[in-house]
T-cell receptor, first 114, second 111 residues
Framework: ETGVTQSPTHLIKTRGQQVTLRCSSQSGHNTVSWYQQALGQGPQFIFQYYREEENGRGNFPPRFSGLQFPNYSSELNVNALELDDSALYLC?????????????FGPGTRLTVL | GDSVTQMEGPVTLSEEAFLTINCTYTATGYPSLFWYVQYPGEGLQLLLK?????DKGSNKGFEATYRKETTSFHLEKGSVQVSDSAVYFC??????????FGAGTTVTVRA
């Protein structure tokens, strides 16, 4: 069973640029959630995708957007990067049909905005 | 809204000491409760979970009991090892599967 993978591992961007982060869900999982973890903080929920539709969103501005593909992989896009967007971005997959809410996390993408 | 408050760190212990990390929560319904662990440079790993009141989650010597009357889910381990050094996050999830995390507690175990 393949776990959750994310790419790239690290990324450096400058303010105002755009970035795309990628996530492949664990085999058999149909739901992907994205979290932002600032240094020294707990992860904050950005949004969740289920069957290619956004299924809930946290307190993040519209410049944070996402996609989910038919194979359940997902992208997180951030436009007009700000310095405060520097963080570890975590992707988690789960199975909506499992009846539970256990999420399996990838290793994360470390984004640095200069 | 849902929220989790956990004991602030950092916590420094000697090997074989007893570890407790307090966690309390606020939720509108009956959430599932989790403890996640994050080792240096890595993502989050599920340590244990409990889905209803009085359930006890356990794994790798760690335990936590879902206490609805005190809205708590404290993490305990009787004898820590150096390899338990990590950041521990308490979290909850209601029906929408979104996880709400505490701020994390950094634990350092010295040999």
């Amino acid at each position: 069973e393949t776990g959750v993978t994310q790419s790239p591992t690290h990324l450096i961007k400058t303010r105002g640029q755009q970035v795309t982060l990628r996530c492949s869900s664990q085999s058999g999982h149909n739901t992907v959630s994205w979290y932002q973890q600032a240094l020294g903080q707990g992860p904050q929920f950005i949004f969740q995708y289920y069957r290619e539709e956004e299924n809930g969103r946290g307190n993040f501005p519209p410049r944070f957007s996402g996609l989910q593909f038919p194979n359940y992989s997902s992208e997180l896009n951030v436009n007009a990067l700000e310095l405060d967007d520097s963080a570890l971005y975590l992707c988690a997959s789960s199975s909506w049909t499992s009846g539970g809410s256990e999420q399996f996390f990838g290793p994360g993408t470390r984004l640095t905005v200069l | 809204g849902d929220s989790v408050t956990q004991m602030e760190g950092p916590v420094t212990l000697s090997e074989e000491a007893f570890l407790t990390i307090n966690c309390t929560y606020t939720a509108t319904g009956y959430p599932s409760l989790f403890w996640y662990v994050q080792y240096p440079g890595e993502g989050l790993q599920l340590l244990l979970k409990a889905t209803k009141a009085d359930d006890k989650g356990s794994n790798k010597g760690f335990e936590a009991t879902y206490r609805k009357e005190t809205t708590s889910f404290h993490l305990e381990k009787g004898s820590v090892q150096v390899s338990d050094s990590a950041v521990y996050f308490c979290a909850l999830s209601e029906y929408d599967y979104k996880l709400s995390f505490g701020a994390g507690t950094t634990v350092t175990v010295r040999a």
